[in-house]
């Protein structure tokens, strides 16, 4: 199994997320990366055991983002709520962030 750097891939979430938030909410971008940071934080250990399922071969990419995808009701994003944003909004960063997670995923498996 390849080494996988899994540090390497929350920051390249984190990044990409941010220029999602910068595009989706602007003024709001504080918020939203402070939201991602805690999602990310909440399913940590999940994402990672996942990953490296993924990177075995013991997993499809579809289970993989069907998991990532089943993530979302964690992803409570209540920084962004606070601040107003109408849910359909949050619900549209809410995807755009764990396609992000799925696409970083499979970057970093050779």
Not at 2 to 29: M, P
Not at 53 to 81: I, N, P, S, Y
Not at 86 to 103: E, H, K, M, P, R
Request: glycine share 4%; net charge negative; proline share 1%.
């Amino acid at each position: 199994m390849a080494n996988i750097d899994i540090g390497s891939i929350f920051k390249s979430i984190e990044e990409q997320s941010k220029a999602l938030a910068q595009k989706l909410f602007k003024q709001y971008t504080t918020q939203a990366m402070n939201d991602v940071k805690d999602f990310l934080q909440k399913c940590k250990d999940d994402l990672k055991r996942w990953i490296e399922e993924l990177a075995r071969g013991e997993m499809k990419k579809d289970e993989f983002e069907d998991l990532v995808k089943g993530q979302a009701d964690l992803a409570e994003m209540h920084a962004l709520k606070q601040a107003g944003l109408a849910a359909v909004q949050i619900d549209t960063f809410t995807n755009g962030v764990l396609d992000i997670i799925a696409s970083a995923a499979f970057a970093a498996i050779p």
